[in-house]
């Protein structure tokens, strides 16, 4: 039987390797078109990316915008 150090980290990579993301609200799409140019617009540049507290995250963003 493995030492209970190791049996946190493996079920950590067991849950990483299902690669979930985060759903989004039912209602919202992203937009398509000139709508996708003023949204690109009306993010500043330090809201496009969102850095995870947790490294490597559990859950995947849909969307890396803050």
Do not use: D, R
């Amino acid at each position: 039987m493995p030492s209970l150090t190791i049996i946190k980290p493996i079920g950590h990579l067991k849950f990483l390797s299902h690669g979930l993301k985060l759903p989004t609200s039912a209602h919202w799409k992203q937009p398509k078109g000139l709508a996708a140019k003023q949204y690109e617009m009306a993010i500043l540049p330090n809201q496009k990316f969102a850095v995870p507290k947790l490294i490597p995250p559990f859950f995947q963003p849909q969307n890396p915008n803050k």
